[in-house]
């Protein structure tokens, strides 16, 4: 259960450096970071049990951002009947607890298929929470074994049971489509294509940590970011919200160039050609 990283280049890391930093100084997505960083809507802390937040960050996928305080109820719930409630539970029952977020069938199929894997790991003697765990091998594992799953998931799964700051960066296909065109970072196809944008990212902040921990304080950010650690998730946010606020649309204030140029917004090349 192991996969083999490719090592980022000097460059990538460099223009990942780059683009974190900008995109930190816009007051937006600073505004959306702080909101998220110390306690996410999407997993929060208050869930303790560990499968129950690898529960919810596979429950979290299809579910738009409007419907938020939705889901959290639906999890809130979850958490409360507790993971091996929720294992005995009649699929008609699961069905009931998250119609209000879409997707019954999926949904009920991904708890099935989570609670295998976690059986098995069990039984194999994998803790995903040990800091020895190798967890690009449960990344993949996850992956090819639980329904409803893919790497986007898996990684989120193995955040969110590890902890906010545990060093994973999770990798969406907004991420792997728009962002790293932004960056000119070339993925290979399919599904692949997240866990070598993961690698990129987490490689980028382990080779300039102590540069990303420095934007915090010059921007300063009001999150919590503990000592020792590398600022994985703080930078995850950085991204996640400057790809929604600026690159979903895109904003029209965004440089057209692939990769964007050193300004990134506000740039001479924003304007759309006529």
């Known amino acids: 259960m192991t996969t083999e990283r490719a090592k980022a280049k000097t460059l990538e890391i460099r223009r990942v450096h780059r683009l974190v930093a900008r995109a930190a100084s816009l007051p937006d997505v600073q505004a959306e970071v702080e909101a998220n960083h ?3 809507r999407w997993w929060p802390t208050s869930i303790s ?64 298929s989570l609670a295998e894997l976690l059986l098995g790991w069990d039984k194999d003697g994998i803790d995903p929470t040990s800091e ?3 967890c690009d091998g449960l ?4 992956a090819e074994r639980v329904r409803g799953a893919s790497y986007k998931v898996a990684q989120c799964a193995l ?13 969406d296909s907004g991420m792997v ?17 997240h866990e070598r944008m993961r690698h990129v990212l987490e490689a980028a902040v382990h080779a300039r940590s102590a540069e990303f921990r420095s934007l915090v304080s010059q921007h300063g950010y009001q999150v919590t970011i503990p000592e020792g650690v590398e600022p994985t998730w703080w930078a995850h946010l950085v991204l996640i919200y400057f790809k929604r606020l600026y690159l979903n649309g895109p ?22 050609p006529a």
Request: net charge positive; glycine share 6%; proline share 6%.
């Open 38 to 40: 110390d306690e996410n």
């Open 49 to 112: 049990d560990p499968r129950v937040r690898m529960l919810a960050a596979g429950w979290s996928t299809r579910v738009s951002y409007r419907m938020v305080e939705t889901y959290a109820r639906v999890i809130a719930s979850a958490n409360a009947q507790g993971f091996d409630n929720l294992v005995t539970a009649t699929d008609a029952e699961l069905a009931a607890l998250v119609r209000p977020i879409g997707l019954p069938q999926t949904r009920v199929e991904y708890l099935r």
């Open 132 to 134: 020895s765990a190798d």
């Open 139 to 142: 990344v993949l594992d996850f």
């Open 159 to 171: 955040l969110t049971a590890r902890g906010y700051h545990c060093g994973i960066i999770p990798v």
């Open 177 to 193: 489509t728009k962002l790293a065109p932004a960056l000119g970072i070339a993925l290979p196809s399919g599904a692949v294509a």
């Open 251 to 272: 904003a029209p204030q965004l440089c057209r160039q692939r990769p964007v140029c050193t300004k990134v917004v506000d740039c001479a090349h924003h304007t759309r």
